[in-house]
């Protein structure tokens, strides 16, 4: 299989997180403002810079070599936040989307692990 430029990963990766987080807040209510408050609450930089602090243990040697190549991603002069937290926000999307793409298996297991830091 082809190797991907590492923003790829950060773009699926930033798809597949929003999927796996709307999969799961759906069940929290029926209230589409409420909805919407508990995805954004979860699909921004600074949460995801927490969570993915809180999985940096749980990360491979692989992984945490991704997660510090995308730190080195420019980002858009146009952000409104932090240009650090929205770099350690993109290592995140780009670690699930690695495993998104090559490694399924995996992507399913740090779900697990996202599942039981948010939502437990």
């Not at 858009?76 to 932090?82: G, H, L």
């Not at 495993?99 to 039981?116: H, I, P, Q, T």
Request: net charge positive; aromatic share 10%; with cysteine.
């Amino acid at each position: 299989m082809q190797e991907l430029n590492i923003k790829n990963y950060a773009h699926i990766g930033d798809a597949v997180y929003e999927v796996f987080i709307r999969e799961r807040t759906i069940f929290m209510t029926s209230n589409l403002q409420r909805l919407h408050k508990l995805t954004v609450g979860y699909v921004n930089a600074k949460f995801q810079t927490e969570l993915l602090e809180k999985l940096m243990p749980s990360l491979t040697e692989q992984e945490i070599e991704l997660a510090r190549r995308a730190r080195n991603i420019p980002t858009s002069s146009s952000r409104r936040i932090d240009r650090a937290l929205h770099s350690t926000a993109t290592s995140l999307e780009v670690v699930l989307g690695y495993n998104y793409v090559y490694n399924k298996e995996r992507y399913a297991e740090l779900c697990g692990l996202m599942d039981k830091l948010i939502f437990s």
